[in-house]
């Protein structure tokens, strides 16, 4: 019996996790919210009572390998791999990102036998920060977003950044799970009270940021389903036939506010789309509208943008995706993995100063494009949104690797936080579904289902939010206040 309980509470832990992500938006974003809390809270207190390093990287491993359960049939079917090789693939991916949680909870655990309760919350709060913007990442993510599908709380993130969400999280975690081993009840529903607590006044205090003035824009986002990574002739053309019925049908342009056509990564492949192209210029002047799309051109991931009277805006993704689409080290190891993988890395862009500018009454609208799992990462949307002095977030994603499985919904959920933390409106379309809009104040969502193909036109109607999140300051203010806690609280004997 007694080897018995250990698996169970690591499958227990495990089912925490994939609670805490595989459901975002259940309950309105409640159970995501509530095993957000509780997966930190109940590992923690397995580690603070000495429970074997091994159960819990296995519990994390597994929670880990429950939200990323699609990568196995990804690797295999759209890398052109043998299930052996996939699944050896996906392993080496879950247990490398369960070590990180691992590697928090142990530390935590250190602090928390040495110098007892505040230290341990520190030590959580930061171990997870760290991990989260520091530790290497295939696929980045933050614990943070197991709350974003409350719009309450979601705003707050306007405050404290994503990763302000995940220390606060494990943080209270911590002090719970302190609470249970210490053996005082009235410290245990503390941690949770107190955290929830917080995201709601700083949701509620979302209203008193100040505004900037008001933007109209007529978005028509086009879903193509197309096969992911299809290079074949007329694909632009097969675009256009989508969309002009559209703007047809919502009489666009209107004198009142421009158009944008917003096409996904990977809309329009097998051709260069780097140099300058006077028939691409004149198929956005000549519809009246602005028109930003996603192409390639050598080794880069470009998103290409043309409006009338604006000269063409290309931008490259800045940050490929470590094994998907670039090898990651240093350039010796990085060919040499190429050479012997039989693979060629994508180069990574810059970003592009400016934005993608669409003229228009009152100035016009700023957009800073994020490509794919780049809207993933909050530095990188809050670094392309400062240089483009933006007014609005595009997302244009190839989520075709992942067909039918739940991860357009998990990458979703990942990057609705861009927009309460920039407080500008994200609008993502995708190659095959879903695509979506969510708003600075923590509403809007996903619309249809997987491998379709769908057409949106609508009109948005906004005023950029100044939040302080939008600094860099912010993210440093994070990470300073968490070190001098656990310095301060470390240094103190229990």
Known sequence: MKKLLPLASCLALATFFWLAFGFPNAGGGTLAALFGFLFPAMLLEARYRKRHLGWIFLACALGVA?????????????????????????????????????????????????RGRWAAVFTAALGIVLWERFGFHVYPWSWGTSVSAIPLFARGAAFTTTTGFSALLWGAGAFTAAGLVEGKPSRIFLGPLASFGLLAALGAAWPLLPKGLEHKLDLVMIQPNFVAGERRPGMEEAMWALTDPVLTANHLPRPDAPTLVLWPESSVLGRDDREPSARLSSEATSRGIAWLYGTEGGLYNLMRGEAPGRPTFLQAKVEPMAFGERMPGPAWLRHWLDDKLGFISQEPGTLTPGGFAIPGPGGGVKVAPLICSEALDPERARAGLAIAHADLLANGTNDGWFEDTDATDLHGAHIRLRACELGVPLARATLTGKSGVFYA??????????????????????????????????????????????????????
């Not at 791999?81 to 142990?106: C, H, I």
């Open 66 to 114: 429950a939200i990323f359960a699609f990568v196995p049939r990804t690797v295999a079917v759209k890398g052109d791999l043998p299930w052996s090789v996939a699944w050896l693939a996906s392993l080496l991916f879950w247990a490398w990102e369960g070590l990180g949680f691992t590697a928090v909870a142990f530390v935590s655990g250190l602090a928390f036998e040495k």
């Open 441 to 494: 104040d923590g509403t809007g969502g996903l619309w249809g289902s997987p491998l379709s193909q769908a057409t949106y036109a609508l009109r948005l109607d906004w005023r950029p939010v100044k939040t302080p999140a939008r600094s860099p300051r912010a993210m440093r203010l994070v990470l300073i206040a968490l070190a001098l806690g656990t310095l301060l609280t470390c240094a103190r004997k229990p």
